[in-house]
């Protein structure tokens, strides 16, 4: 009996091929900022303050550069989840007025 160590590679199918997220094509419609009613959401994660902006209905590049902004205007970090912008401390009023000034809307 002869031991043998690896992998046994029998067969000719082995998909080696990579998942692209950046190719991903997302389902959702874009929308005009002027027409979008984004909302706020106030979260604590770990005792530290986190506020969401949200519903974006716009390409990765522009809420990118939503991003950028915030975080150049407001001084703190953020990430994109989704549609959602998160950004870290309690910070709605800042971001409100930013992004008022720049053409967007929001529920009343």
Not at 31 to 43: A, D, G, M, S
Not at 67 to 95: F, S
Request: with cysteine.
């Amino acid at each position: 009996m002869i031991f043998e160590m690896g992998a046994k590679l029998d067969g000719d199918d082995f998909n080696t091929s990579k998942n692209d997220k950046k190719n991903k094509t997302s389902s959702i419609k874009e929308i005009p900022k002027n027409q979008h009613q984004l909302v706020f959401t106030y979260e604590k994660r770990k005792g530290k303050p986190v506020t969401l902006v949200g519903r974006f209905n716009i390409s990765e590049k522009q809420k990118k550069d939503i991003l950028k902004l915030l975080k150049k205007k407001l001084a703190c970090g953020g990430a994109i989840k989704e549609e959602w912008i998160e950004l870290q401390g309690d910070v709605k009023d800042k971001i409100k007025t930013t992004l008022e000034l720049d053409g967007w809307k929001f529920k009343k």
